[in-house]
């Protein structure tokens, strides 16, 4: 019996002596090497207790080995459950138990921090890294290791979603899910053994795990593995790519540094821009800048990528193209689901095998939100234009995206309005020209002025600091309609150009 994603992204590997990740330090990774280093990983993780369909959880420093674990998990059937590296110990408390972890792997410096944490929830405890406990685990082990055997629809990674009542989500995803949508993208972006992708993405996310990882894994490609964007590097390392995927801040910083210029991208065939809408300007501006056009996608932890503008032909600014080859996509009326008609706007709904599984342990949230002929509810609003490009007009659910990371005001809302002199909040996004939108906190103060600097304060322990308000403002009530609803249209309509000139 096979094991469909360890065969496809992970077995090629063994053997090779090319270099499969180019580190910052300039060392290299050959492909054998990191197969080993899977190997031994999969025997460990067995060590530590982990069987088949076991939920591993991981909040660590992105690194090479954060990528192996990864491997690992897939090799030996467990369950991957990367976490933003951000969390707070009460947010990390929620997903380890709500998933059942049997194992949490976290850098070495976070150990003692996270010691009672463990124990509270009976979760074994390692730490991963040079010198960290999980990797002496596995100098002990062979760096061989047969594949558990998995079908297409066992279950391969939990990515957790915040949800609009507060309590997060947990998207089931099948190696089937991840697979096929890998599979569509090498092919659509024209991936070779060839190319070298500048990856400066998270592996905590959709987007720089089972997006540009799994794509170059499939083409048997090579990576520069940075722990994060800084821009030193990313001008130092793009001589040696040709490709390189981002969220619209990379290209909005790149766009700021004299540096960027159509010479030092020359050499590139493609740039790729998603988590977050990139807006028009930027794609303009990168255009006229390097003569390169941008690609933008569309997807969401939920349903992977949907949608890609084409490799070849035209890539239109303001959409983000056509679905992928394998996925059906309408747009249908929210209420009722009827399809609607081209040029209309309503739901944009999908089908495929790249949608998830459903919510870990929510069978009645899961099938709330799929549509009886099994199209998934995505939540945002869109039309397809006359030249069959979907452009995507607004959300249904109440999102913010900041900095290419996704944040549901109802989350932040049920911490501020538990601070002191706080009578009610309202959290809303507001343009901001580096993270796209930024979190907004309105507060109705109860007769006395909320002290901002203990309320900033408070949060840095409950909330991950991207879901943390970049500004507040403070008005005795917040505006409602007729039915007592509270206006956040009106509040950001409000607000809106006064904070984009403070943002400057």
Known sequence: M????????????????LPFLYLEDGTTLSGDAFHRRVGRYANALGVAGVSAGARVVVQ???????????????????VFLPLNTAYTAQELEYFVADCGATLLLVDPAQAAALAPLAA???????????????????EGCADSFTAVPRTEDDLTALLYTSGTTGRSKGAMLTQ?????????????????????????????????LFVAS?????????????????????????????TMMGVPTFYTRLLDDPRLSRETVGHMRL????SAPLLSETHVAWSDRTGHAILERYGMTETNMLTSNPYEGARRAGTVGKPLPGVELRIADPDTGAELAQGETGMIEVRGPNVFK??????????????????FMTGDLGLIDDQGYVNIVGRAKDLIISGGYNVYPKEVELVLDDMPHVLESAVIGLPHPDFGEAVVAVLA???HAPDIAQIEQALRDKLARYKQPKAYIVLPELPRNTMGKVQKAALRKQYETKFKETAQ
């Open 2 to 17: 096979e094991n469909p994603l360890y065969d496809a992204l992970f077995a090629p590997l063994a053997g090779s002596d």
């Open 214 to 242: 799994n794509v170059v894994l499939l083409a048997r490609a090579r990576m520069i593995f940075l722990p994060k964007f800084d821009i030193e590097q990313v001008f130092a390392f793009l001589p040696q790519a040709t």
């Open 358 to 375: 459903g919510y870990w342990q929510m069978p009645e949230k899961t099938a709330a939100e799929f549509r009886e002929d099994g199209f």
């Open 271 to 274: 740039f790729v821009s998603g």
């Open 176 to 208: 089937r899910n991840l697979l096929s949508n890998a599979q569509a993208l090498v092919d659509l972006w024209q991936f070779t053994p060839d190319d070298v992708l500048l990856h400066a993405l998270p592996i905590f996310h959709t987007h720089g």
């Open 60 to 78: 660590a420093t992105k690194s090479p080995h954060m990528l192996a674990v990864y491997g690992a998990a897939v090799t030996a059937g467990a």
């Open 120 to 138: 509270k929830l009976g979760v074994r405890l390692e730490t991963l890294g040079e010198g960290g406990s999980f990797d002496a685990i596995a």
């Open 445 to 447: 103060a109860n007769g």
